[in-house]
């Protein structure tokens, strides 16, 4: 079982900038899926971003465009670059992997978060308005 940790969460002013990172182990997600969600109390889950193989993208429409999820296998991290931050991004910050996944699968992982078996403890991001 993967061990994902993530970092790089705290408090920014309204139109900062953050990058939260996911490392580990246990895993090589190079030609899987990894992903970005969030989650604020007594709401659900949500997907913010996945990546499939290293390169191919999706974001929920409220982050594009202001987000963007990278992956580095050369040291096996995930990140993802938040930027022009809203108070409305105010969330506890989760990675998520999945080794055997396809374009497809990685597509509808953003929205059927089950699709993942891997999950980080979380990293909170605060935006002050």
């Known amino acids: 079982q993967a061990q994902l940790v993530e970092s790089g969460g705290g408090s920014v002013q309204a139109g900062g900038s953050l990058r939260l990172s996911c490392g580990g182990s246990g895993y090589s997600y190079s030609s899987g899926c990894m992903g970005w969600f969030r989650q604020v109390p007594g709401k659900e889950r949500e997907g913010v971003a996945v990546i499939y193989s290293k390169e191919k993208t999706w974001y929920a429409a409220s982050v594009k465009g202001r987000f963007t999820i990278s992956q580095d296998n050369a040291n096996n991290t995930l990140y993802l670059q938040m930027n022009s931050l809203k108070p409305e991004d105010t969330a506890m910050y989760y990675c998520?992997?999945?080794?055997?996944?396809?374009?497809?699968?990685?597509?509808?992982?953003?929205?059927?978060?089950?699709?993942?078996?891997?999950w980080g403890q979380g990293t909170q991001v605060t935006v002050a308005s």
């Open positions: 998520a992997g999945r080794g055997d996944a396809s374009a497809s699968i990685c597509y509808l992982a953003l929205t059927i978060d089950t699709l993942f078996n891997s």
